[in-house]
Nanobody, 121 residues
């Protein structure tokens, strides 16, 4: 059974940093695209970043966030720097059973439960 478990969320002041982690289990994820999405109150879930052997970022986080993965540990990370109040959201880890990066929510097969990130101004 596939499980994705996020950690590392919290409250931070604008300009600060947080590092999110996602532990994946249940199978080997080497050839899976792994991604991060976020959902703010009253808004749709949106793509943040994804990684296979290449990476892709949403324009809103490019240059501030860095996605990485450790295949040996089945982990994916999201380093978030220069955080802004508009980054406040629940952040979700997701896995796609294909080595092709996609940005659509429906393209991903497995989801974590989410971790709250709150950025105060």
């Amino acid at each position: 059974q596939v499980q994705l478990v996020e950690s590392g969320g919290g409250l931070v002041q604008a300009g600060g940093s947080l590092r999110l982690s996602c532990a994946a289990s249940g199978r080997t994820f080497t050839n899976y695209a792994l991604g991060w999405f976020r959902q703010a109150p009253g808004k749709e879930r949106e793509f943040v970043a994804a990684i296979v052997w290449s990476v892709l970022y949403a324009d809103s986080v490019k240059g501030r966030f860095t996605i990485s993965r450790d295949n040996a540990k089945n982990m994916v990370y999201l380093q978030m720097n220069s955080l802004k109040p508009e980054d406040t959201a629940v952040y979700y880890c997701a896995a796609r059973g294909s080595p092709l990066i996609r940005v659509g929510v429906r393209e991903y097969d497995y989801w974590g439960q989410g971790t709250q990130v709150t950025v105060s101004s």
